[in-house]
């Protein structure tokens, strides 16, 4: 079952930062934080991911609390074109993936 | 990354009949996964494979269902069996790169099936 809380849905404005935030107050010591997105029914995308410190990449940054119970993935100039579903996923010990319902973020022109 | 592809990528199918999906990935790989998403629903985990051993299922899908196969690092394939309206979903592969640390899952593009 999915461990992390997500809201359902978000705005943002076209060039500025999308904060999306996820709840995962159960996490164990040794489980990550996984961001992926959906655009229109195709295949997740990779976003990033993260034990404790935070993370950088060309796609986001990602935001994870002191005591781990919560993160947040930052889209820092949002386009058109990252208006999908993000999903935040907490890995458990067999690496297996349980989705959530994820976030519905829409950028706005 | 991987480069994931599916075949079929979409397909319409009677019910009672059954329907093969493959998953092809351009290198060796020792987890694959496969999950469903249903109409404006979120993914669900079906069955991790691991080559060279049995599919291991998720509460709520059994192998009598969904078959799966893996007989190599580079292939699997799921089927549908028995299908009815309840199906109609997509399908998706995904594979597990291990890093030094951690690990990353890449997904396939997806079959998208409709059962009448």
């Known amino acids: 079952d999915a461990k992390t809380t997500q809201p359902t849905s978000m705005d943002c404005a076209e060039g500025r930062a999308a904060n999306l935030p996820c709840n995962h107050s159960?996490?164990?010591?040794?489980?990550?934080v996984y961001w992926y997105r959906q655009i229109h029914s195709q295949g997740p995308q990779y976003i990033i991911h993260?034990?404790?410190n935070n993370e950088t990449n060309e796609m986001a940054s990602l935001i994870i609390t002191e005591d781990r119970k919560s993160s947040t993935l930052i889209l820092p100039h949002a386009t058109l074109r990252d208006t999908a579903v993000y999903y935040c996923?907490?890995?458990?010990?067999?690496?297996?993936?349980?989705f959530g319902t994820g976030t519905s973020l829409t950028v706005i022109p | 990354s991987a480069v994931i592809s599916q075949k079929p990528s979409r397909d319409i199918c009677q019910r009672g009949t059954s329907l093969t999906i493959q998953c092809q990935v351009d290198?060796?790989?020792?987890?694959m996964f496969w999950y469903r998403q249903q109409p404006g629903q979120s993914l669900t985990l079906i069955a991790t494979?691991?080559?060279?051993?049995?599919?291991?299922?998720e509460s709520g899908f059994v192998i009598d269902k969904f078959p799966i196969s893996r007989p190599n690092l580079t292939f699997s394939t799921l089927t549908v069996s028995n299908m009815s309206p309840e199906d109609s979903s997509i399908y998706l592969c995904?594979?597990?790169?291990?890093?030094?640390?951690?690990?990353?899952?890449?997904f396939g593009p997806g079959t998208r099936l409709t059962v009448t």
């Open positions: 494979a691991n080559q060279g051993s049995e599919a291991t299922y």
């Open positions: 290198s060796q790989v020792t987890m």
């Open positions: 159960t996490i164990s010591g040794n489980e990550y």
């Open positions: 996923i907490v890995t458990n010990s067999g690496n297996q993936f349980y």
């Open positions: 995904s594979v597990e790169y291990s890093g030094v640390s951690s690990y990353e899952q890449y």
């Open positions: 993260g034990l404790k």
